[in-house]
T-cell receptor, first 109, second 113 residues
Framework: AQRVTQPEKLLSVFKGAPVELKCNYSYSGSPELFWYVQYSRQRLQLLLRHISRESIKGFTADLNKGETSFHLKKPFAQEEDSAMYYCALPQGGSEKLVFGKGTKLTVNP | DGGITQSPKYLFRKEGQNVTLSCEQNLNHDAMYWYRQDPGQGLRLIYYSQIVNDFQKGDIAEGYSVSREKKESFPLTVTSAQKNPTAFYLC????????????FGNGTRLTVT
C-alpha cells in the first residue's frame, strides 16, 4: 500500500536560513506527489505538485525516485512560512490522497 | 471566499448521539472527500465519493456514514458507534480525474462529551 512518511514532526529555523521538509514515499510506479500547507487559521491548500515543476512562494520540491523522496526546500525561510506542511500521494491510482503526518515549521525572527 | 463550505465550525454533542456535519461545494466538482485530522496523525480518509449516488469507504470508515444525493453536497454522519469522535473534520472536493488537486473546506471541530 502507498505510504507517505514525514520524519520530522516539528522543524524550527531562523529567518533567512535554508529549510528542507522531508517526505519519503512508498509506491511502485511513477508517483504524482503533492505538498499541502495549512497556515494558522486558514484552510488546507495546495502548495505545489510534482508534475507542475514550479516554484511557489520560493518553495521547490524535486522527486528523487532512487531515494523515493519529495523533499520541500526553500533557500531563505520567511516568518510567514510558519505553518503545517503535509506531503501527499494518490492512493491506488485514484484521486484519493494519502497524507503524511505533517511537519510543523516555525520560522523564528 | 466561496468554493467549499463546511458547517458548523464548532459542534458539541453528548455521547451516544448521532451528529451530521455539512459540506457544500459550488465548484462543480465531481469528487468529494471526508478526512479526519488529529494531532500527530495527519489526515485520514473516512469516505469519498467520485460521483453522485456513489461513495466508498476510506481507511477509517467505521462509525461513520455518508450520502451523496446531490453533486454539491456530501454530508457526514458521525454515529454513536464511532469510538473516538472528538476530532477536526475536513471536507474536500476535486474535479475527479487526472490527479487533480483537492480543495478543502475550513473544517468542523466536533467535541463529544
Amino acid at each position: 500500500a502507498q505510504r507517505v512518511t514525514q520524519p520530522e514532526k516539528l522543524l524550527s529555523v531562523f529567518k533567512g536560513a535554508p529549510v528542507e521538509l522531508k517526505c519519503n514515499y512508498s509506491y511502485s510506479g511513477s508517483p504524482e506527489l503533492f505538498w499541502y500547507v495549512q497556515y494558522s487559521r486558514q484552510r488546507l491548500q495546495l502548495l505545489l505538485r510534482h508534475i507542475s515543476r514550479e516554484s511557489i512562494k520560493g518553495f521547490t520540491a524535486d522527486l528523487n525516485k532512487g531515494e523515493t523522496s519529495f523533499h520541500l526546500k526553500k533557500p531563505f525561510a520567511q516568518e510567514e512560512d510558519s505553518a503545517m506542511y503535509y506531503c501527499a500521494l494518490p492512493q491506488g491510482g485514484s484521486e484519493k490522497l494519502v497524507f503524511g503526518k505533517g511537519t510543523k515549521l516555525t520560522v523564528n525572527p | 471566499d466561496g468554493g467549499i463550505t463546511q458547517s458548523p465550525k464548532y459542534l458539541f454533542r453528548k455521547e451516544g448521539q448521532n451528529v451530521t456535519l455539512s459540506c457544500e461545494q459550488n465548484l462543480n466538482h465531481d469528487a468529494m472527500y471526508w478526512y479526519r485530522q488529529d494531532p500527530g496523525q495527519g489526515l485520514r480518509l473516512i469516505y469519498y465519493s467520485q460521483i453522485v449516488n456513489d461513495f466508498q469507504k476510506g481507511d477509517i470508515a467505521e462509525g461513520y456514514s455518508v450520502s451523496r444525493e446531490k453533486k454539491e453536497s456530501f454530508p457526514l454522519t458521525v454515529t454513536s458507534a464511532q469510538k473516538n469522535p472528538t476530532a477536526f473534520y475536513l471536507c474536500a472536493s476535486s474535479i475527479g480525474r487526472g490527479n487533480s488537486p483537492l480543495h478543502f473546506g475550513n473544517g468542523t471541530r466536533l467535541t463529544v462529551t
